[in-house]
């Protein structure tokens, strides 16, 4: 499995967790206050997962397009 297939799975993971503990929050009004807080942590590990993913990207392209042109690349 590529890494950014990885990625993207436990952005989808995260996200459902933090699905999950909103609903429970709604019926279980007495805890919900609990639940809310465990629905934000595992929206910000989505978020986090996603930051990751794209500052890896970003360092993969800015490394290949700051290499000295090949021979066959022409300088413009």
Known sequence: MKPDEV???NV??????G?????RAVFDPKN?????????????LAEA???AHFEECNAAGSKAS???PSATQSVA
């Open 49 to 51: 997962e996603i930051a």
């Open 12 to 17: 989808r993971s995260y996200r459902a967790m």
């Open 66 to 68: 700051s290499s000295p």
């Open 32 to 44: 919900s206050e609990e639940y809310f807080g465990q629905a934000e942590r595992w929206d910000h």
């Open 19 to 23: 699905s999950l503990c909103r609903q």
């Open 7 to 9: 990625a993207m799975m």
